[in-house]
Every structure is written in C-alpha cells, then in structure tokens.
C-alpha cells in the first residue's frame, strides 16, 4: 500500500498520548476516619462513576482515530501487474500502423514492460511487427534474448500506411510450422479493424494464427491516435443549406464512435508551415463523423497546403491539399431582373458553385477586369457584339466560357441591343466560333413538348461517354428534357459532344478557341425546360467543368507521377523511401496507401497530386477481442482505500456514542431515538463520502469553452479598450487577443496606461466607460433596436467605434457619401448595412494621410490589418458633431487578427501579404487610433499655431 498524503502519518505518533488521556482519572481521595460518616457506610450508589472506560471502548476509540488518520492520508492499493503465463518465449506481435503514432511512447513503453519481465523470468522472446516497409522472411523471426528483442524494439517506428494483418497471419503460421516453441502470446493491438473487402478475413487469420500458440493477451490503448482526415463529400457539404455558400467546409473529421463527446481543433497550414486558421470540430456522443469548417477568405483558403490535427501528430490526421483542392475565380455575369432570388437565372448557378468555387458577380466588363478561370454567360448576356468580341479575345488566352440557353438564344425575343444572337446574319458553323461564341450551329427555333419539333415525352439523359468530362458521374433516371436548342447536324457533331440525351440529342457542347475553350448548355440553369438544375448532377457537371478549366495543370490520365515528398508515420513530410514507386495520375483518390505508395506529393510542381490516407479510409470499425483484453500498462488499476477507511472511523465512532451513552445510564426510549439519529446521521455521512471518493476516481475531464468576457467594475478604475461580444467564441477570442496584443503595444511606447480588454453587450452593459469599442461583423450579425439605442448614446458621449467585417471589402466604387454601407456584396457587407442602420454614421471618406488619423502618433501612409490594400473610412471634415472628430472607423482590413497575441505573447495568425512588416504599420494605425480615440483632434489644431502667433505678434 501506497499513501497520497505520507505526511499526515505523524499524527500516529500521538496515539500513546491518546490512550493516556483516555485513561486519564482525577486523583485519589485521601482517607480519613470520621466516626458520624461510618453510618453512611453501609448506602451503596445506585451507580458508579467509572474513572477510565472498559478497555474494549479504549480499543474501539484508538481504532477509529487510527483509521481517521490513515483515511486521510490517501491511502492507494496498487494494481498488480498480470502476470505473463507459461515460461517460455514470449511471443511479442506489436502494432506499429499509421494509428499508432499518437500514443507510440506508451505502446513502446508496455512493450519493454513486457520484455523486462520476461528477461526477470530468463525468458526468451520473439518480436512481431505487423506493418513493415520490407517484406521480410518468416525464417527471420527467431527467439532472441530480451536485450536484442528490446534493441530491434527502439528501430520500431509508427509507419504511414495499415497494418498487414494477412502477411503477418502468414508469418505466424510459418512460424509455428516451424515448430517454434511459445510459452506465452501478447498483443499490442491498435484496436482497429482491417480495411477493405479482405479486412474481416485477413483480422480473422491473423487471430487463429495467434492463438494457435496458446492463449492471448490483447492490450489496447485508448490514446487520440484513431482521428482521420479526409476530404469533404458532398454530404458534409450540404449539411446546411441556409449557410451553404459562407460554410467553408474544407475537410472531413473521422473517428470510432464514442460514448463521450469529444473535442478536436484542426490547424489550417499554408506552404511556409505557418498557420493560417484554426477550427474546432465537435465530435457528438455517438457520431463517426463531422465536417471540417474553415471561415477563410477565398484567397487565404487558396494558400492552405495542409490540414493536421493538434496533438495527434499522425499520417492519418494530416490532409495534403493540392492543386485540385483550390477555389478557382469563377465569373457569373449578371443579368438585371433575372437575379431575382429564388426564381433568377442565377439562382440555381450560385447554390451549385458556392461550395467548390471563387464565386463572382457582376457585368461582363467588370468580370474581365479580374483574373478568372471560369465565366458562366446565362441567356441574354451576350447580345451586344462588343461585349462578345472582349469574351472571346478573353477566352483565347486560355479562358473557359460555359453558356446556357434561352429564349434569347433560341431567337424567340430581341436581346437588350436589339438583335437575336443567333439572326441568321450571325449564326455560321462551330468551326468559326469567334462570332457567335458558339461551339456548334444552332437550329432557329428551340425543341419542346407541343412544339414544331416535338417529343411524345420528356426526355432522360443517357451515360456519359469515355472522353467526356463527366465520365463516371451516376445519370439519375428522374433527370428530364422537356424543351431544348438543338444543334444543325453535322458530320462531326459528335466530337463536341459531352453529354446527350437518350435519343442521341446533344445537351452539352463544346469547341476550343485559342488556348480556351466554349461549352453550351443546350437548355436554361433554371427549371423552365429541365429540371436538371434542381438535382445533385447538375452540381457535379459544373464543378467537373471547373476542374476541367485552364488555370491549372492536371496531367493527363496515363502519366505517372512520382513522389516529391512523402509523410512518415507522424505526419512530417519528407525524402521519399526507396521503395516508393510513382502512381499515375488517374489512380489518385481511388489508391490506398502502402509502402510502395506512401502518402505524401507526387509530380513536379506544375502538376503536382497528393495523396492521402483518407482518401480510401473513411469509416473506422473496432477490431474484435483476439483474447483477454488488458488495459496499457498491463496491470489492473490502482483501488483508493480512504474513503473506505474514513467510512469504518466514522462507523466506529457512531458505535462508540453509542456505547458511551449505554454506559452512562441514558439508553431510554427518547435518548435511544437521539443516538440512533445521529448514528444514521454519521453513517449517511461516511456513505456520502465513500461515494465522493470513488466518483473523484471515475470522474471524466472533459474540455470546455472559456466562457465570454464581460465588463468589470475595474473598467471605472482603469482605461481599457472594450470588443462587442457576437456569440462567436472564434470571432470573440480572437477579438479579446487582438485587443490585448494592442493595449500591450500602446503601452509600450506611448505614455498611455490601457488595462486589459472588456467584452461588452451593448444594450445590457455600461459602456461609459470605454474610449474604444472594436465591432467585428459577422455574416449572421442582426440588427437589435437595444444594441443600436446604446451605440447611439456611445457615439453622442463622445465613444468612437471601430467597425471591422474581417476580411470583406464593403467599399463600393468612388469616395461617395457613406460608400462604406453601399454596394450589394453578400455576406458581411450585408450584415454590415443590417446592423448599422438606424446608427447615427455621418456622411464617409476614404481615410488618406492627410486626415489627422494619419499622423495622430505616427505617420502613416497606408492602414492595413491581417489584410492590405482595405480602404479605410472615417466621417468627412467637417461633418462630425464631437470636436471634428470622426465618431466610427469602418473597414474590412481585419485589424484583430493582426494584433492578436497569445498566452505567451506570440502572434498566432499570418498577415497578408507584407508579413511582419505589414504588422508592425498595423500595431501603429491601432495606436494611432488609441490616441485619436483618447485625445481627439488636438493635432489637427496645431495647424493653427502658426497663424495664433502671428496674431500675438510673436
């Protein structure tokens, strides 16, 4: 036995004193013969007076102080280790899988448990890898001694792809045919079943294999290790509708399902090993898997190469990003009135795009004034020649257009410029595109049900062909034509054919033009003449062509690709192995791991693939009991002894109150009731202990959240900066780091004293006290009559307020009154007019370095944040009511980040694209801000000096 508390143990040291205060009595009486008291000789005392207790009492007392004492220092009964069975070689079969690697100290540590007690018994042992790089011959396997077994131990490294159970069944069949003599079996399991189709029968052989040598003992680890990232299906993507577009679903979290929640942070990394953002994923009691949401402007998300999982430093937990995985820009044009939501032509175009795409929208000119690898012309778009000769100059340098048809294009109604795109005086063949931008003739009137050219029914699609690009895509047999633009037929109308319907019709063409290339949809992107546009093959065309479009090399199907640098067992990239053979290109994605095929990147640069463990291992599966099953070290687990010990004292004690009163003539049925009161009373109290005890024992830490800062009385006492608290706890943490990384910054180097930041309600807190209050916008931000009732009043009193949308750029074009609240952007700019309205914001400029924001403290030419190159806006001169200073600070650089320090005062998050040196002019456009907000326009006053002088005549 063990104690917790040794010290306590002293106290036995007063059990002596103890039994001589208990046996303690008051001096004799001294005798004294007087002759009247002789009468009283013969009266006897009904009772007598004991002057110690009866020693059974004694014994019953110093045995409940002992166990008092003993009880309250900790006492522990170690579990004893099992003990190996047999005396022969010990049979060591060691797991050393891609699972492993997070719990891999530990597993080695039982293995070399196990080996010393084999080596104290004189044992043997033979020593059993399931996963291997070389397929070694089971003649190698042989009874070593412990120190050798133990030396071969320490080469063992967790490797980046599945145990291989089969082989190593096959090795332990060898081995016993062999005649290899074994006085004891265990296995050090990963707890996972084998995946594939063969997986159950390969775990199978393996177990019979085991046993056939007598029986087995399983020890399993319950580590974090059995975490597996993959990419995002298009389930996990569609989990919410209402949030689709904004989602940022990146990957896939797998795992054994658990009878607890757990908790997992997944860290965003860009190529340089600097992370870029960081993404709690809850795992549910119960779930095998959840979606991995990463909120990151489209160009940050295309700069993330890898996804890990902290604390889990594993092949499995590590997902390689290529450049397959990058949001390409892709162009909507839009059309006016069609943009209705709900029923517009874009509808449907948006919903299918968002989660694969850059998506933009606006005019055709505006489109082509961005980089772009994709534009999307719905009907109607390119009526006016002008604007059809600037997309097909586009398009020649290597751009892909996709159009769809219409009543414009099937000449049923005039376009906007007044002329049908396809009159006959434009329509000429597929071959000479560039005036029509075309990729096949087209027939003057459209096909539909009823028409000229009709069909008895609608019409299904039929399988797509080998050279189409939306080959192996599942053809749902409810997906119908009922209305169509047919092509003039042609000789070589089949060549540009990439899907047809069932009676051979084209549905889908397409034409080079230069290094671009043009795809027509024969039918509309709403559900006019198809109800294509509302089925899940319509999102998986348009991203195939996406994938499909220039802008990045994918090589071709028949290339191999060899591998550049691959993972090892713990999710660092590395020099490949030599055994590491290339893999071609159209293999991606439907291959497992293995040594020949580590994870990692294969091809050059321009065209480089990963490959990745989760791109074949999506469901994890326990592996049935191969024996006893023990737990890690080996041994059954420590039983705490106090709170039994307290429980027996307090027992003790109550029988001895018991005893106490019997002795002194109380024992009556009322002083009866009161002693087996409080004997139940003590006993309820050593039960409620003892359970105390062992629930501390069984208990389960689980992580939890910080909970929000709010406002403190402290904020009276100190000036402090102060953060509207969004519900958000990413968004808030965030915004309480930057503020703090700001207030330790202006510390530093001005004379102002800022203490730490506050989170505030407004609306429900006091925000009197603040000079400075930042306002992050999120896209589900809504706008509260109490939230803007108290911002009014704080922007009446003199409080200025800084505005951030975190990376959304709310300016419109021009330097208009209020541009900043202006324009139709989605997402938080759309917050961001929501929450401000009803604010009294006076009219904005763009800040410039003549405002005296500019040079309020240091001077300034530019202001950026986590982001460059975000205007900036302020009120105009000579609009603002409080001393001419601007009462709001509105912009998307997304300065908190930029500021945000952790615990041990590091910056966690990446700026772009100036590095530290873009930082450092954030830190000081926020201490500028800090003075402005504190002192006002005392600098712009200073301009006046000179001309107050002259006044004087000094």
Known sequence: MIFQFPVLLAGLLSLPALWWLLRARPPSPRVQTFPPVALLASLHPRQDDAATPPFWLLILRLAAASLLILGLSGPVIPGKPVPLPGSGTLLLVIDNDMMTAPDWNERNAAAHALLDAAGRSGRSAVLLATASEERESPAAFRALSVEQAALNLDALRPLPWPADRALAGQMLEKMKSDGLSVGAVVYLSNGLASSGKDGGNADRSFTTAMQAFGAVQEIRFTGSGAFVLSHATEESRTTSPDTLPDAGVMARLAAMPSDLPRRVRVRAHSEDGGTLALADVTLAAGASSAPVSVSLPTVMRNRVDMLTIDGS???????????????????????????????????????????????????????????????????????????????????????????????????????????????????????????????????????????????????????????????????PQDVTVSRQILAQPATDLSTHSWARLADGTPLVTHAPLGKGEIVLFHVTPTADWSNLPLSGLFVSMLTRLVEHASGVDIPSDNSVLPPVMTLDGEGVLGVPSPLARGLASSKFGATAVSPEHPPGLYGSRAARRALNVGDTLHDLSPLPPTGAVTNPAGHRPDRLMGPVLLAIALLLLAVDALATLFLRGFFSLARARKAFHLSVFLFLSSAALTSSGYAQEASVALETAPPATTAVPGAALETRLAYVVTGNPEVDAVSREGLQGLSDYVNARTSAVIGHPDGVHPGRDDLAYYPLLYWPITTDAHADPAVTSALTTFIGHGGMIIIDTQGVDTAASGSSDNDALAGDAPGSAAALRRVTAGLPIPPLTRLDDHHVLSHTFYLLHDFPGRYAGQPVWVARDGEAENDDVSPVIIGSADWAHAWAVDQNGDTRFAVLPGGDEQRQTAYRFGVNAVIYALTGNYKADQVHVPAILKRLGQ
């Open 313 to 475: 430093g594993s092949a499995p937990g590590t997902l390689l990003l290529d450049e397959g995985d990058r949001l390409r820009p892709v162009g909507l044009i839009a059309t006016g009135s069609g943009d209705t939501p709900l029923v517009g032509s874009l509808f449907y175009l948006r919903r299918a795009l968002a989660p694969n795409a850059d998506l933009r929208t606006g005019s055709t000119t505006a489109l082509l004034s961005q980089p772009l690898s994709v534009l999307i012309a719905p009907d109607g778009t390119l009526a006016d020649a002008e604007t059809r000769q600037k997309v097909a100059d586009w398009v020649r340098k290597g751009g892909t257009l996709i159009r769809f048809a219409g009543r414009t294009l099937a000449g049923h109604e005039d376009s906007a410029q007044g002329t049908p795109e396809t009159a006959p005086a434009d329509t000429v063949a597929h071959t000479d595109p560039e005036k029509t931008l075309l990729p096949v003739t087209l027939m003057p009137a459209a096909r539909q049900l009823g028409g000229a050219m009709s069909w008895g029914k609608p019409q299904p699609l039929a399988v797509f062909s080998d050279d189409s690009p939306f080959h192996g895509l599942t053809v």
